[in-house]
């Protein structure tokens, strides 16, 4: 069986051709456990691109969801709802990092689309300062500051603001890129395409000095690596570094499409009447995901959960073609000796789900919350079991 990731299967199934697929067919999911047609039972490691936070079927979250589907299935924002008034108050405590506003959105992209039209409306300035192997979606603005979107996919004529890339490492240059024409600067505390590659607190803390200097807003884009991912609330909470808004998305739904805007009040006082808007975003079905979410990780214990267990993998799963590893939390990067995709494809064969990023040399995992050590041990007898070097 050839396990690497398949072309698509063209116009006969009616779905754009768009994206390369895993040779299974998932039918079902419980807990860290995908069921395919073909009765295999595999381990997820990579929880659709970090979504599945809770896991499959998580009792609190099928609860919620059910219950407002019935009471309740949709008012736009034009319509007062306490679902959604509980889902914002639940996050700013969650996040208790001094915010009090958030916009609710559906995507990772439109959370950094707002945030970005909000920095240039605080500054009136027109530059955007992001980093190298960035990623922070597909949309104009988001594609704009994601690292070599014009080579490979972005395919607008150009982009809507003028935008400078600094390295992710380079402390100097921070000085040299970020200046008084810089609006604000964009980062992933913790890069997740570009390699579960973790900026470090000196970094970050640096950063936020340079932004403070010179007057540009600092915004952490924590779609991938916020919600509990690294084992604190957010990434600005492990590094202790605050930036003036937090873009999330993926684990805050659990699987509900939905994403959010956290603004200092800096920034709050800054949002004028009819400034932002959606349609979904901030509909009820979303903010009972959301609310569901935090309960289940604060009652649950699962930001300790996966400190003890990234902890874990840490310690067990350098062996095989795993040299080290990199990253924070569940977003793991596992360096290896031998190309990541054919690591990822040998680790499918033996059932489990593990993902990729932009580094070739990079396994990259994204494991529910409700990971154990007991399935590391899966993991860690597959890595075990697979060459230590490619084949000559
Ligand atoms: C860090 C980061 N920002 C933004 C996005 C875009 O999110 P979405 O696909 O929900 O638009 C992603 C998606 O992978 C991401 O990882």
């Not at 605080?122 to 530059?127: F, N, P, S, Y």
């Not at 267990?309 to 031998?338: D, K, M, N, S």
């Not at 990729?356 to 040399?361: G, K």
Request: glycine share 10%.
């Amino acid at each position: 069986m050839n396990a690497e990731l398949q072309t698509p299967p063209g116009p006969s199934d009616y779905l754009a051709p768009v994206f390369a697929q895993y040779p299974i067919e998932v039918v079902s999911a419980e807990g860290v456990w995908l069921h395919t047609r073909d009765g295999r039972r595999i381990l997820d490691l990579y929880g659709g691109h970090a979504v599945a936070a809770l896991g499959y079927g998580h009792a609190g979250w099928t609860h919620a969801l059910e219950s407002q589907a019935r009471t309740l299935s949709f008012q736009s924002n034009a319509v007062p709802l306490d679902v959604r008034v509980r889902a914002a108050s639940r996050l700013i405590r969650f996040a208790n990092l001094g915010f009090d506003s958030v916009f609710f959105v559906n995507s990772g992209a439109e959370a950094n689309e707002n945030a970005l039209k909000m920095a240039f409306k605080l500054t009136g300035r027109q530059e955007i300062v992001a980093l190298e192997a960035s990623f922070h979606g597909r949309t104009a603005g988001a594609g704009a500051v994601t690292w070599g979107a014009a080579e490979k996919w972005y395919g607008y004529p150009r982009t809507p603001f003028d935008v400078r890339f600094t390295s992710r490492s380079d402390i100097a240059a921070l000085t040299r890129n970020i200046t008084s024409a810089t609006a604000a600067v964009i980062a992933e505390p913790v890069q997740g395409v570009g390699g579960a590659f973790d900026l470090g607190r000196p970094f970050l803390e640096a950063l936020a000095k340079r932004c403070a200097e010179v007057g540009a807003i600092l915004i952490f884009d924590e779609v991938q690596c916020g919600m509990g991912r690294t084992g604190q609330p957010f990434a600005a909470n492990f590094y202790g570094v605050t930036p003036d808004m937090i873009t999330t998305a993926k684990a805050l739904g659990n699987g509900l499409p939905c994403a959010a805007l956290l603004m200092s009040p800096r920034v709050t006082a800054q949002v004028k009447l009819d400034a932002l808007g959606t349609t979904f975003g901030g509909g009820p079905m979303a903010c009972a995901a959301i609310e569901a979410v935090i309960e289940a990780i604060e009652s649950e214990g699962l930001l300790a959960n996966v400190r003890r267990v990234a902890a874990y993998i840490r310690e067990t799963c350098i062996v095989g073609p795993v040299v080290a590893h990199q990253g924070a939390g569940f977003l793991t990067g596992l360096r290896t000796r031998v190309p990541a995709k054919q690591v990822q494809a040998a680790l499918l064969e033996r059932d489990i789900l593990t993902g990729t990023s932009s580094d070739p040399h990079i396994v990259r995992l994204l494991p529910p919350y409700v990971l154990e050590e007991a399935h590391v041990d899966l993991l860690r007898a597959a890595l075990e079991d697979l060459p230590t070097a490619a084949p000559r």
